[in-house]
């Protein structure tokens, strides 16, 4: 009877382990993309300030509490402004952000060949 309980043990705790483990590696997924406000461009996962300490655990117990990823990330943003993510949304306010980079290659591209052409002349 003592094996048998042992046994029940054991297999309860393997059983809730890789829970907890894929906990662990979303929560940390989620606090890679989010910025420390305290630190100069370090994230919350690799911070040690009391700010990324205390974000961690709200990140924590809002992956207790059943929310999604999106669902963090907007209770974040609500709370400290869009400038915490890493990785922002795409809106309105971040147009140039994301767009920017893009009109920069074809600027680029366009002088580098305007400046072929002219050679070629």
Same mark, same amino acid.
């Given at each position: ?11 309860? +705790? ?5 829970? !907890?483990? #894929? ?6 997924? *989620?606090? =890679?993309? /989010? ?19 205390? +974000? ?5 117990? !809002?992956? #207790? ?6 669902? *963090?990330? =907007?209770? /974040? ?19 140039? +952000? ?24």
């Amino acid at each position: 009877m003592k094996i048998l309980k042992i046994f029940v043990i054991i297999q309860i +705790l393997f059983y809730f382990s890789p829970l !907890k483990a #894929d906990q662990k590696i979303f929560q940390n997924k *989620i606090t =890679k993309n /989010l910025r420390c406000l305290i630190c100069q461009g370090q994230s919350v996962y690799d911070s040690d300030s009391e700010f990324a300490t205390s +974000l961690k655990l709200v990140v924590k117990n !809002k992956i #207790d509490e059943g929310l999604s990823e999106d669902q *963090i990330y =907007k209770f /974040l943003t609500e709370k400290y402004g869009e400038w915490i993510l890493y990785d922002p949304q795409f809106n309105k306010n971040t147009y140039l +952000l994301w767009f920017l980079p893009l009109l920069l290659f074809l600027f680029g591209g366009t002088m580098i060949f305007k400046k072929l052409i002219k050679k070629q002349r």
